[in-house]
């Protein structure tokens, strides 16, 4: 028969033995991945069936930190919040005895609240007690609560490790879809211009993977041909996907139909109107060019006005037009402008981001030194001036991040 004291050891053998148990049980279900409700089940079991702590609420904070999610409702019948703001939580006092009352539920004598800290950031908060009413002595959550910490914080942290694995997972393949947006958008703005009978660059480079700008010169079926710009507010995945069928309108219309120029585009706004709802709108600038009158009609429906530089070196800004599609379900009124494109003369094209852009004392790169850029242009490739002009903007900018999408189409008369 053993005495009292060996009694007294092997049951604290014992209560080790089953922490240890209950710790590598925990540990085994968290890295095989088992579910919050499993993991919250055998917590509740493992400080329940040995430890005699029956009376457990769990509240812990999600990863932004806005809102703590009820984890654990056990041995009471009060009604606990599902979730609360962390305002909430922050406004605690924990040394107020009638800390369980203020959480939202019910009071009991034995109740004891610890919070749960990881880098000094309160992570968790842990109701713990017991319902029984026999003398036991010292309470089993003040005999156990270095237990009840660690396990209560190995299974949150273990909670918002897995969270964030899955946040990076979601924003891995985000970005990846994102990349995969960008590739298929660049495929869309044309790569080589052999099959028009001028001389034209094109330059663009999205604010991010995707962007809202657009530009394309063709033929069109009247075998006159078009040049035009586009730039869709705001930014991002909607932004691109408005201006990818926005440009397969834009094809459509000027390649199948022999409309005027003023015709086409109060088709293309009725158009955008449909699409977008009124949530966005699209500035554009679209010109006609006629190769045998060699005249050129514009309209500028609310977009930065392009640069044409004459073959003589004389310069004006191509602003004629109307406001941007898709701001009003009908254009109120429209102006379409004209010139004469003789040999030699320049039409630069371009989206806010490169005009607009301004350097650290606030000063936009502005359109009289694009001016002064593209009036080097003889004896240069268009590729060489666009090159220059980029090279003179990221040095104009400096440390300035770029502020928008930024394209340009130029083309050179011949």
């Not at 946040?167 to 995969?180: T, V």
Request: proline share 4%; aromatic share 6%; net charge negative.
């Amino acid at each position: 028969m053993s005495s009292p004291k060996e009694s007294r050891l092997k049951k604290k053998l014992e209560l080790r033995d089953f922490k240890l148990d209950a710790l590598l049980k925990v540990t085994q279900a968290i890295n095989s991945q088992s579910s919050e409700e499993d993991l919250m089940g055998q917590y509740v079991d493992a400080l329940k069936s040995n430890l005699g702590i029956d009376r457990l609420v769990l509240y812990a904070a999600d990863l932004d930190g806005l809102e703590w999610k009820l984890l654990v409702a056990a041995g009471t019948d009060a009604s606990w919040p599902e979730s609360r703001p962390a305002s909430f939580f922050s406004g605690l006092d924990l040394d107020n005895i009638g800390l369980a009352g203020a959480m939202g539920g019910d009071e009991h004598p034995s109740d004891v609240v610890v919070p749960v800290h990881q880098n000094d950031e309160a992570i968790a908060l842990v109701l713990a007690g017991d319902t029984t009413d026999d003398d036991r002595g010292v309470s089993p959550v003040v005999k156990h609560l270095n237990f009840l910490v660690t396990l209560t914080n190995i299974l949150v942290v273990a909670r918002r490790n897995a969270q964030m694995v899955e946040r990076s997972l979601k924003q891995e393949a985000l970005r990846r879809e994102l990349e995969l947006a960008g590739e298929m958008q660049a495929l869309l703005l044309p790569q080589t211009w052999d099959h028009l009978d001028l001389d034209v660059a094109g330059y663009y480079k999205p604010h991010t993977q995707v962007g809202g700008d657009y530009y394309d010169a063709f033929v069109a079926g009247s075998g006159k041909l078009v040049v035009c710009m586009a730039d869709v507010s705001g930014k991002g995945m909607s932004a691109a996907l408005l201006m990818s069928n926005f440009q397969a309108q834009v094809r459509a219309l000027f390649q199948v139909e022999n409309a005027t120029l003023s015709a086409t585009l109060h088709t293309l706004n009725q158009r955008v109107m449909h699409i977008a709802q009124g949530e966005k709108y699209i500035t554009f600038f679209a010109a006609v060019f006629d190769p045998q009158t060699r005249e050129m009609e514009y309209v500028n429906c609310g977009h930065n006005p392009p640069l044409f530089v004459g073959s003589d070196g004389s310069s004006r800004l191509l602003e004629e037009g109307c406001v941007g599609l898709g701001m009003f379900r009908d254009i109120p009124s429209m102006n379409v402008g004209r010139l004469a494109a003789p040999a030699g003369s320049v039409l630069c094209c371009y989206t806010d981001g490169l005009v607009e852009q301004e350097n650290n004392f606030e000063v936009p790169f502005g359109t009289d030194r694009l001016l002064g850029l593209l009036s080097h242009h003889q004896g240069q490739t268009l590729e060489a001036v666009h090159d220059a002009i980029v090279a003179s903007l990221d040095a104009f900018r400096g440390d300035e991040p770029p502020l928008d999408d930024t394209a340009m189409l130029t083309c050179r008369f011949s």
